[in-house]
């Protein structure tokens, strides 16, 4: 998750993760079954709309 809110494409997160493109793509699917989205734009727009700062939100991680 923490790729996707530092902006990174889907190449950059599986190399910075070490995963396979099929993992990323299933983790993504899972998350976005889990947050109850309809599909793969609701989840980013969802993820748009936060924004993420370290020193605000310690909790966060």
């Known amino acids: 998750m923490m790729c996707i ?6 190449h950059e997160s599986v190399e910075r993760l070490k995963i396979t493109t099929k993992a990323f793509y299933a983790s993504r699917h899972r998350l976005i079954i889990k947050l109850q989205l ?5 989840f980013y727009q969802s993820i748009a709309k936060y924004q993420y700062d370290p020193y605000y939100d310690e909790d966060f991680l």
């Open 5 to 10: 809110f530092d902006g990174l494409t889907m």
């Open 38 to 42: 309809g599909n793969r734009n609701s």
